[in-house]
């Protein structure tokens, strides 16, 4: 099924100058970016994005961690790419995640870990909604779907 996910580098995959190697993956993989931006997330809107874990003991650290510099956030479009993406991300724990996924490749502490991505369709929608308005998010066709998806 094709579907949209929320994916954001957060300030250290940008500062460590690694968004265009993280992006360039899911660009082979297949995958379709329709809406990106760099900006410095306010200290309202990482609550709001990570409301779920606001009694968690990290908190804190996890808000200052994702306001500390610009991140980079995208709307990525695909087949069961809320899942796929997930995947290629890793575990959360980078140095629990395998090698080849994004965090098991790259970075090394739960606290900075790189890169945010949607665990599912609920929480999709209200990512991209938080960071993005209908207007910023582009539809197109890659010419090479019909190569990529059996029934583009
Ligand atoms: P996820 O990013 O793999 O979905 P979540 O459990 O949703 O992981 O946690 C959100 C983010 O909070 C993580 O990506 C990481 O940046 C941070 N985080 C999670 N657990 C810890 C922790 O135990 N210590 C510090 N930061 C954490
Ligand atoms: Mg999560």
């Known amino acids: 099924m094709r579907e ?5 580098l957060k300030p250290d995959a940008v500062k460590r100058r690694l968004a265009g190697e993280v992006l360039s993956r899911f660009e082979k993989r297949g995958l379709k970016i329709v809406a ?11 609550k709001k994005h990570y409301a779920e874990h606001a009694e968690k003991p990290f908190f804190k ?25 997930r995947k290629m991300v890793g575990a959360t724990n980078p140095s629990e995640a395998d090698m080849g996924t994004i965090r098991g490749d790259y970075a090394i502490e ?43």
């Open 110 to 152: 739960t606290g900075r870990n790189m890169i945010h991505a949607s665990d599912s369709t609920e929480s999709a929608a209200r990512e991209i909604s938080l960071f993005f308005k209908d207007s910023e998010i582009c539809q197109y066709t890659l010419p090479d779907e019909e190569i990529i998806y059996e029934e583009p």
């Open 4 to 8: 949209q996910s929320f994916v954001m």
């Open 61 to 85: 650290d996890l808000v200052s961690y994702i306001t500390s510099g610009p991140v980079l956030a995208m709307v990525i479009e695909g087949g069961d790419c809320i899942s796929l993406i």
């Open 36 to 46: 990106a931006k760099m900006m410095v997330i306010s200290p309202e809107l990482a």
